[in-house]
């Protein structure tokens, strides 16, 4: 089974590279004294910008290049290219695939995320060339798929390639795959803040201070030189968008749950067909690719060229109102196929622009139906499809974050923030209440993998000190006072263990032996502070998490918990026993049965 | 690999640093090229794109032009002249949903170059398709005061005209009003310059202002057939009957297969010939004048009253019809006319006979539709009274 798979044969090859790849840090030994190995990543991350946005650049040239060598500059009609031309790419791009880039398959966001995760860092530099041709070639002929994931992973892969040859740490070398993608993907959108956002959000899963002047560097670095090439004119020509009265932002919010209704049918789309075409024995993948360029130029033969490629001529034709509402909802529909097919089908290529494309087709067609049933609606059909791409990307990528800045990024106009965050947010509630696992996850499982997923990490309850504090024992005593005083406080009290208060801050910790051995030796008239360690205890807060706990309670019987604004002031206490048994307890609580 | 081979560079910052500079610069200077050959190959791509399209506008076929510029600005995404050309045809397709697309394109290009007197006449003939008087007339302004690339005064002046045209259609009398003053003070010395301009007074009921623009094309081309023929119609209309007479004359002697203007010189002479309050007429010949036209309207009126069905001999009170009243008016001034031999040229009788001759006309007009002939000589004569007394 694992030989005729080859993704799995890809992650093979990988794992046995990352075995065989040495270990050492042979640079920076000689780098002492002249940089630090943070500050020449971040002189390195500008670098992987510049290389990344030069490949993204002679990408879209390609994509470009293979458009027009092979439908021609003229969109045309009812021509017998436009059905044999994806078909036989198809073909071209399976067997490249099958035979000299295995493991290029899909969008490229969740091989980044497995390398980042699972092969510490390790992208062959073989992936980003072959995701380059065969993703160019796809994307060229006419398949519904889009350049942005290519890219992301063409820099990803850019980035592992250079951590590994200038032999920085394992763990820099980890993290400089997403810093590549976000070069990537920024070039490829022209947008650095959604790119930058997108990377923490799907890739990397957590805010890391350490790796976002990388990513950021990384992002602008490529931004400007594809900018320095290709020019800086947007995607779209955005129209005037307009947002004028609170009230209409109930349309908006329908046009969310639509959008959060569409991302479903989307994504269930993809997650059903995708296993079942893998199933299929191996030489069906041949033809695969094939299948669903004759589809999708099908599609394009009977009327609707417009789902070919990314479709951001189409995009930007619908945000000026070229279509009437059905067409542009049976566009959306026709998207979601061809996008489905081809992707399920192994040729590579994205999901980002075919998403943008099902949401700016839906926003124009629910606008469109609003205002014909509410004239008094103000927004132009230019507003709903730019709100109308960001409620797809909340609810199918499930970015709710991303989906927002690049809305505002790509439109250069705050005027609709609010819309947009209303309809991304319902959107994505549509979708996640519907769906509950994301599709990127979806499809990592699939192939096998389990990868960290800032959405599951959001709805993760976390333990906190607060929820293992015992209430301040009653008897605290104070360092000032002398050992004889104590002694007569602790009399009457049940605990063996009290708690110090030193002067002027901290906290010390004695047991009722050692309070009574210190008044036999005679120290009873000394002052409890001088006999006791110069070392204080440590003392937590209510908030933090309850893993800083477990790093003290081995070594105390006690840890104070203290206010924040006077350390002085005590909490509660945490002890070994209260801190297990918060653990135990939720382990019984999120395994079923167990107690 | 090539790239194992970094494994026997010297590690140090410096030289791993040098390396990537240089291998930045080499992609940098690699990709520039191929960027600049793609670049050129899609400029001439593009080219011939826009031509196609330029074809295409010229046999109206709109669709395949619209088509072959979107495909041309995809070769070359900033070039200005592939969007304007794009803008107007969305704009010209006839297709209110591509305006906004227009008007985007427009907008762009407006950011861009905000002086460009192309742009802005491209930006105002939307807002004129869009019926926006405020745009349209910001947008023309601009034009006017842009910058033109040839024949600064020429294009300047037209789109003044295609302002005027605009709010003439509006009814916004008063701004075309000043625009035709503007107009006029800026018009090289053409005849056929002056000429439209005295169509646009005319269109804008500036008679005066139309009479004064045909004189001038006449000074620069006398006996020029639709000057005169101008210059008659603005005097006729205008009130100015002699002056209409002596211009229409000439223009029939100029062009006789001028219609229009026989007829108003037909007409201006009935007028001249008829009117009582001609100022070099004797008292005999305008008392001889009242009396026609007073017989002239009762005429009118019976012949009004058979068309109309109205029995004249009812009484005024009964009958629904204003024309009984005007017969018993009529009647009532029958005796007057007998005064008008004897009485003082400074009596008001003259007036008063005249003004029941108005009246029929004017009510008869109403109500058996435009006179002709003498009946409408004595309906012009009307409303150039009234308009004095005004």
Known sequence: MKANDPVAGAQDSIASAVATRPKTNRLFPTLDGVFHEEVFVLILSVFIGIFSGLAVVCFRLTIDWIHLALLGPLPETHSWRLFAVPSLAGLVVAVLVLHVFPGIRGSGVNQTKSALYIFNGYIPFRTAIGKFICAGIAIGSGQSLGPEDPSLQIGAGIASALGRQLQISRERVRLMAPVGAAAGLAAAFNAPISAVLFVIEEVIGRWSAGILGSVVLSAVSSVVIVRSFLGSEPLFRIPVTTFKRPSELIAYAVLGVVGGLASVLFAKSIGSLRPRLKALPRWTQYFQPACAGLLVGLIAFLGAPQVMGAGYGAMDEAMHGQYAWKFLAILALLKIVATSVSFVSGTPGGMFAPTLFIGAMLGGAVGDIERLFFPHLTGSTGTYVLVGMGVLFAGFLRVPMTSVFMVLEVSGNYEIIVPVIVANACSYLVSRSLLTVPIFDMLTRQDGLILPSLEEDREETILRVEDAMLAAPKAVLSGQDNVEANVRRVQDSPESAFLVRMHPSGWNTITRDQLQRLEREGKGELTLASVLPTQTLPSLYPDLPLDSALRYVNDYALVPVVNRADSRLLEGIVTRESVLDKYGRRRAVEVPGSV | ?390
């Open chain 2, 1 to 390: 690999m090539w790239w194992r081979r970094v494994k026997s560079i010297p590690r140090s910052a410096p030289v791993i640093l040098l390396l990537l500079t240089v291998a930045a610069a080499t992609g940098f200077a690699a990709v520039g090229h191929l960027v600049s050959r793609y670049n050129a190959n899609q400029q001439s791509r593009g080219r011939t794109l826009y031509q196609l399209g330029l074809d295409y506008v010229r046999s109206g076929s709109y669709d395949n032009a619209i088509a072959a510029f979107r495909a041309a600005l995809s070769c070359d995404p900033g070039d200005s002249q592939y969007q304007l050309s794009l803008a107007r045809a969305l704009r010209d397709s006839n297709d209110p949903r591509r305006l906004d697309e227009a008007e985007s394109y427009l907008l762009a290009l407006w950011q861009r170059t905000p002086q460009d007197a192309a742009v802005n006449l491209a930006l105002a003939r939307v807002a004129a398709h869009r019926g926006s008087i405020e745009d349209a007339v910001r947008y023309y302004h601009n034009a006017m005061y842009g910058v033109w690339g040839s024949d600064p005064d020429g294009n300047r002046n037209k789109a003044r005209v295609e302002l005027i045209e605009f709010l003439l259609k509006k009814n916004a009398h008063a701004q075309a009003d000043s625009e035709l003053i503007a107009l006029a003070a800026a018009l090289p010395n053409n005849p056929a310059a002056h000429l439209q301009a005295a169509q646009l007074f005319e269109q804008a009921q500036d008679y005066a202002g139309a009479l004064t623009q045909n004189e001038q094309a006449l000074l620069s081309q006398p006996g020029n057939p639709s000057a005169l023929a101008g210059a008659g119609e603005a005097a006729y209309r205008s009130g100015n009957y002699s002056i209409a007479a002596h211009f229409l004359h000439d223009a029939v002697e100029a062009d006789p297969g001028n219609a229009e203007a026989r007829r108003l010189l037909d007409l201006t002479d009935l007028i001249l010939a008829n009117n009582p309050f001609h100022s070099h007429i004797s008292d005999a010949e305008r008392n001889r004048r009242i009396a026609a036209a007073f017989a002239q309207a009762g005429n009118r009126l019976s012949a009004c009253a058979r068309q109309a069905g109205v029995d004249l001999s009812h009484s005024p009170t009964v009958s629904a019809s204003p024309l009984p009243g005007l017969q018993s008016l009529w009647l009532l001034a029958q005796p007057k006319l007998k005064l008008l031999r004897a009485a003082a040229a400074e009596t008001d009788i003259p007036d008063a006979v005249m003004d029941v001759v108005f009246q029929i006309e004017r009510q008869t007009a109403a109500t058996c539709g435009p006179p002709q002939g003498r009946d409408l000589a004595l309906l012009m004569i009307s409303q150039k009274r009234e308009a004095a007394g005004q």
